[in-house]
């Protein structure tokens, strides 16, 4: 018998003596209750086996002539009753997993385990059935079970994350990683992963924009909003590279990508000043109008100028795209300051004037600034849309309304319903209460 079914029959042996529950394979059965052996209900995202686990991934029971020779596991396991946990990490054949816990190393490839989870991955890449594209998942709350366990770790699109619970539900159950630092390892050279080491946010296609370049939003059309990583300014976004200066961003990019209206020569313009035309001038020139609170710097875009007399914050949020609430009569959503992510603070007790930038940006020092962080909700955090898709939520999740009221923040990203209960809408959500 090979040395890695040696090693894993000795791991389930292990898992019935001490009742505790691991993640085998894509995610092995993760209904903690042993006596769960109903199927998948229809709308889980999973389709389990007669015995209601999930099916080892490894390439153990695959033909060997099947399987790259430089996939196939590593004969290397730990042995003895040691509880040190030795240093090395092994390819199982689908993972790159710790050589556990031991008193040596046995096996012909001992000598060739890695040093770190991170070593692993890079080097058996290309094994993985996994890529780039968001793993919608969420916890399967349609069954019971006494106590959650770990379904494994995932990548939302943008950074990895692990997910706990009962059973895993979504279309990305079947790929799971065994830990973060597995996943991050794998994702490391995806355009979302190069982005935030570079300095970048990314940004979901929900945000609707058409990309970015010089750090802002590109001036442009697209029939398809994208993802895409808004840089520093004056940075823009390369798949292969990440973020890096751009020596091409003229200075119309500079201005429109700092949220202000550039204006050619050919219109007459001798300049802006705090929002207004500058004096008459023999020879118009390019100008960039930054509204009435900024001024263009040339080679940065537009910026804060203290200089200007303006009605601090009310010009700031509206020449930079955001609609200002007085709290005058007439205006219903009265916020108790600025919006955060275009929802108006109604949880503070207070009434005071803000800036609503939006569902994808926040007003922050400079004026209406995109944020990233608007996007990609956990279970319970507030959102913007409805439903599984086109929502801030993260994949996997619903984003549904708990109060019926329109215009209210009161839209939370959640555990898709049981697709068996009567009122449980196809969009994951069930009706909001009247």
Do not use: K
Not at 59 to 82: H, I, R
Not at 160 to 185: K, T, V
Not at 205 to 229: E, T
Not at 276 to 282: A, D, I, M, S, V
């Amino acid at each position: 018998m090979p040395d890695s079914r040696v090693f894993l029959l000795a791991a389930l042996a292990l898992v019935g003596c001490y009742g505790t529950t691991t993640l085998e394979g894509d995610a092995a059965d993760t209904a903690a209750d042993a006596a769960e052996s109903d199927a998948a209900p229809d709308d889980a995202g999973v389709e389990l086996p007669d015995d209601g686990t999930l099916e080892d991934d490894s390439y153990a029971d695959v033909p060997a002539e099947e399987v790259s020779e430089s996939c196939l596991p590593q004969q290397a396991a730990a042995d003895g009753p040691c509880t040190a946990e030795l240093p090395g990490v092994r390819w199982d054949g689908a993972h790159c997993v710790p050589l556990g816990s031991g008193c040596s190393c046995v096996g012909a490839d001992c000598a060739a385990v890695y040093e770190t989870v991170a070593d692993c991955v890079r080097d058996r890449r290309d094994c993985y059935p996994n890529d780039c594209e968001p793993q919608a998942v969420a916890n399967d709350t349609c069954i019971d079970c006494d106590d959650a366990t770990f379904l494994g770790a995932f990548w939302d699109g943008r950074a990895c994350f692990e997910l706990s619970g009962c059973r895993c539900r979504g279309a990305g159950c079947d790929l799971p990683f065994r830990s973060r630092e597995e996943c991050e390892a794998f994702h490391e050279t995806c355009p979302a992963a190069r982005c935030a080491a570079t300095g970048g946010s990314w940004f979901p296609a929900q945000y609707g924009g058409c990309g970015f370049a010089c750090g802002g939003p590109r001036d442009a059309d697209c029939l398809v909003p994208f993802a895409d990583c808004l840089c520093p300014e004056g940075q823009t976004f390369h798949a292969e590279t990440g973020c890096a200066t751009d020596p091409s961003c003229t200075e119309r990019e500079l201005c429109v990508a700092t949220r202000g209206a550039w204006h050619p020569a050919a219109e007459g313009y001798c300049g802006f000043d705090c929002g207004r035309p500058g004096p008459l001038c023999e020879v118009p020139s390019d100008s960039c109008d930054c509204g009435p609170a900024r001024n263009f710097v040339p080679g940065i875009g537009c910026r804060v100028d203290l200089t200007c007399e303006t009605t601090w914050g009310v010009d700031l949020c509206t020449s930079t795209g955001g609609t200002w609430h007085d709290c005058s009569a007439g205006d219903p959503w009265c916020s108790c300051g600025d919006y955060h992510c275009g929802r108006p603070n109604v949880v503070d007790p207070c009434v005071s004037p803000g800036c609503d930038c939006g569902p994808g940006a926040n007003f922050l020092e400079q004026g209406c600034v995109p944020d990233a962080g608007c996007f990609y909700g956990r279970e319970g955090a507030e959102c913007n849309g409805w439903g599984l898709d086109n929502s801030s939520c993260r994949p996997g999740l619903a984003c549904c309304s708990e109060c019926g009221v329109p215009g209210l923040p009161c839209s939370y990203c959640r555990n898709p319903c049981c697709g068996d209960e009567p009122e449980c809408g196809a969009d994951g959500c069930p009706p909001p209460p009247p």
